[in-house]
Structure formats: C-alpha cells, structure tokens
T-cell receptor, first 114, second 113 residues
C-alpha cells in the first residue's frame, strides 16, 4: 500500500459525458501527478500540482482539467468523453515534487467509455 | 527530449532462473533512473532508483540494476526469479528539466513453473 488513494476504482460511462476522478496523496506529500495508461499510448504524464498550484503540464487534452485543493487532494475532470479516453488513470504523489524524488502511485481508476 | 526504450515487450523465464530486463535511455546528462513494477490490477510500485554514486543499485524483492553511462543503459536483474515476480516492469527517467516521469513501454514478465 503506497498510501495514495484513488476513487472510484472503476468507472463506466458513455461518450460525451463528464467524469471526475479523485486522488488523496500520501500524508505529508505536497505534490500530485496524474498519468494516463492506455494500450496505444502507454504510460503518459498528464499534469502536476504542487501545494495547490499547477507546476507542469504534459500531454493533457483541453477537454481534461485538474486541480489540487487546500487539503491537497486532487481531482481530474474529463469531459466530452470519447472512446479513446478509455484508460487507466493513475495519481502519484511526492514530497515537494522535485527532480529525482520518488513518486508513489495509487491503484488507479479504470475508465471505460462506451 | 528524453526517452526510454525497453526493447523486450515480453520475456518468459523459468522459476529459479536469472533475469535481466533491458532499459536504454536518451539524455545528454546523467538522468535519474527508476524501475517500477505493475502487478495485474495493481498500481506501480518502485523497485529501485539511481541518482548518482555507486552504479550498482539494490532494490526491493531481491532486484538490482546497473547504470552504465557508456551504454546509456540501466538494466534490471534478479539472480533467481520467483513465480510471484510475474508482472509488467517499467523503466522510467527524470531529467533535469522536469519532475515528470517518462516511462518506457514496459516489459511483461511471465514465469513458468
């Protein structure tokens, strides 16, 4: 158990819908990362937050957005869902989000868009 | 841009045999290198990491990896594989410009009894 929690574990929805994925980092960690794992793209970095502020952006679609709240939990919002958004979404956390820090991964949310 | 290559998509070994999973990176300076394991239906667990210093790094579950700058490699090894090691293994890199992890495509390990 990494100490990172993600809800829900599974999510099934239809094209065009909007969903919210939730992540709680390890106790004491200030930085949260979101990654997407899909069969065709592999594991890809989406976005990073540090203490409520966006720090880095990766291959995140404009239909996707995220935020980190004052209690440090984070939410990833996916809208206008397409079939290709079906994937495993991981949240990870680290202490301050610096280079070389270990990132601890949650169990993931499996999203299926029908 | 930095990149990570795992040339073996799938490897099968017998239980008790030795294991080596290959990882090559592309980056101008010395990167921060990681190996993660993903068991079926699970998240990613860190096995070991390399920052600097001793090029042979020990990790959890009996794994080790060796950083070879001349070959831009960071191969993962285990002297004797157990059936519970069957999983997918990912090599990843941090570089000096971003704290995101860039992952390889993964190697799926199958262990036969």
């Amino acid at each position: 158990d990494s100490g990172v929690t993600q809800t829900p574990k599974h999510l099934i929805t239809a094209t065009g819908q909007r969903v919210t994925l939730r992540c709680s980092p390890r106790s004491g960690d200030l930085s949260v990362y979101w990654y997407q794992q899909s069969l065709d793209q592999g594991l890809q970095f989406l976005i990073q937050y540090y203490n409520g502020e966006e720090r880095a952006k990766g291959n995140i679609l404009e239909r996707f957005s995220a935020q980190q709240f004052p209690d440090l939990h984070s939410e990833l919002n996916l809208s206008s869902l397409e079939l290709g958004d079906s994937a495993l979404y991981f949240c990870a956390s680290s202490v301050v989000g610096g280079i070389g820090e270990t990132q601890y991964f949650g169990p993931g949310t499996r999203l299926l868009v029908l | 841009a930095q990149s990570v290559t795992q040339p073996d998509i799938h490897i099968t070994v017998s239980e008790g045999a030795s294991l080596e999973l290959r990882c090559n990176y592309s980056y101008g300076a010395t990167p921060y290198l990681f190996w993660y394991v993903q068991s079926p239906g699970q998240g990613l667990q860190l096995l070991l990491k390399y920052f600097s210093g001793d090029t042979l790094v020990q990790g959890i579950k009996g794994f080790e990896a060796e950083f070879k700058r001349s070959q831009s490699s960071f191969n993962l090894r285990k002297p004797s594989v157990h059936w519970s090691d069957a999983a997918e293994y990912f090599c990843a890199v941090h570089t000096g410009t971003a704290s995101k992890l860039t992952f390889g495509t993964g190697t799926r390990l199958q262990v036969t009894l």
